[in-house]
């Protein structure tokens, strides 16, 4: 399989010493670390939301993300969604990744096990491009990533990887479930809330 390429947004804190320029996922606060690759864990500690996910917690076998569970390193297919979410909440920027290894693939997105970010778009309004203007200079630097205008991000990514968004079914097979057992992307959605973990 083909290292592959998704959408997906970060939070940045501007106050934090401790995380200022580091991209940080919303829900599981898992900061990903700069010019090194992140590795799915199976985030289960309490008081998590993603709690109730730890199906495969003690198994040191299986890797994560598990097609049953909720973990991994999200990604959308598509940027329509991440810039969607980015409108809503001040320091959440978007970009590429590029996810490998294990890849459960959901309509909408996947769960990696491992992943890289490719680039960051620089925000649309030109109020919010002025006011993190610094902090993306300094994030894209330490990560050592371009900043790219969104209407350049697809054709930027796509070099490095595929898209593994599926054919929508048939309609004869919809709701057959490509991945079987797995929890749907909509149920992890909901379960994770607006935004995305990993
Ligand atoms: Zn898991």
């Known amino acids: 399989?083909?290292?592959?390429?998704?959408?997906?947004?970060?939070?940045?804190?501007?106050d934090d010493a401790w995380t200022?320029?580091?991209?940080?996922?919303?829900?599981?606060?898992?900061?990903?670390?700069?010019?090194e690759t992140l590795e799915a864990e199976c985030q289960t500690r309490p008081g998590l939301r993603l709690a109730r996910a730890g199906?495969?917690?003690?198994d040191e076998l299986r890797?994560?993300?598990e097609p049953s569970c909720s973990c991994g390193i999200y990604?959308?297919?598509?940027?329509?969604?991440?810039?969607?979410?980015?409108?809503?909440e001040p320091y959440m920027f978007g970009g590429a990744v590029l996810c490998w290894g294990r890849i459960v693939?959901?309509?909408?997105?996947?769960?990696?096990?491992h992943a890289r970010p490719l680039a960051l778009c620089r925000p649309e309004s030109p109020g919010v491009q002025l006011r993190t203007a610094a902090l993306l200079a300094e994030v894209t630097?330490?990560?050592?990533?371009?900043?790219?205008?969104?209407?350049?991000?697809v054709a930027y990514a796509s070099e490095f990887g595929a898209s593994y968004k599926p054919e929508p079914a048939p309609p004869s097979r919809?709701?057959?479930?490509?991945?079987?057992?797995?929890?749907s992307w909509r149920q992890i959605a909901r379960r994770l809330g607006k935004a995305f973990g990993g």
Request: cysteine-free.
């Open 20 to 35: 200022r320029g580091r991209l940080q996922s919303p829900v599981a606060e898992t900061l990903w670390p700069p010019l």
């Open 141 to 153: 630097r330490e990560y050592a990533i371009p900043l790219l205008e969104l209407r350049d991000l």
């Open 174 to 183: 919809r709701g057959l479930d490509r991945v079987k057992d797995a929890l």
């Open 63 to 65: 890797i994560s993300p």
């Open 75 to 88: 990604a959308y297919h598509d940027i329509t969604p991440m810039t969607r979410a980015l409108r809503e």
């Open 55 to 58: 199906l495969h917690r003690h």
């Open 1 to 14: 399989m083909n290292p592959a390429v998704g959408y997906r947004f970060w939070r940045v804190d501007p």
């Open 105 to 113: 693939i959901h309509p909408e997105g996947m769960r990696a096990q």
